[in-house]
């Protein structure tokens, strides 16, 4: 979906841009970002992974780092409403690290998958 609307932005962009060129390279700046959005996803589509040993979080673009469990010191949701609408994001505090992930990095709601890491904690 993320590379369908890169390439509807850019063909926004051609359809708008009528000589001026703004419309055309904001378009394609829109466009750009997408790219590199859609690429991070395919990149490292597994934002989170728990087993015996810790939890591995995705670290940076797309390189990951794992956090043994005696690291982990807490797994909470935070949840915010702003304009009518709440948000909610699992927080893994590892000390020296925070690890914040949506639901867009989680595939699923903040709230089940903490309960998920917190049973597989031994």
Request: glycine share 12%; charged share 20%.
């Amino acid at each position: 979906m993320k590379l369908a609307g890169a390439v509807g932005l850019a063909a926004l962009g051609l359809l708008l841009a009528d000589g001026d060129p703004v419309p055309l390279a904001l378009a394609v700046a829109a466009a750009v970002g997408l790219v590199g959005w859609a690429v991070r996803d395919l990149v490292a589509p597994v934002r989170l992974a728990v087993d015996a040993g810790g939890v591995t979080v995705v670290r940076g673009y797309a390189g990951r780092r794992h956090l043994p469990w005696d690291a982990v010191e807490t797994v909470t949701v935070d949840r915010r409403s702003r304009f009518g609408l709440t948000g909610e994001t699992l927080e893994i505090d590892a000390g020296e690290s925070l690890h914040l992930l949506g639901r867009a990095d989680l595939g699923a709601s903040p709230t089940e998958v903490a309960e998920e890491v917190l049973a597989a904690r031994p």
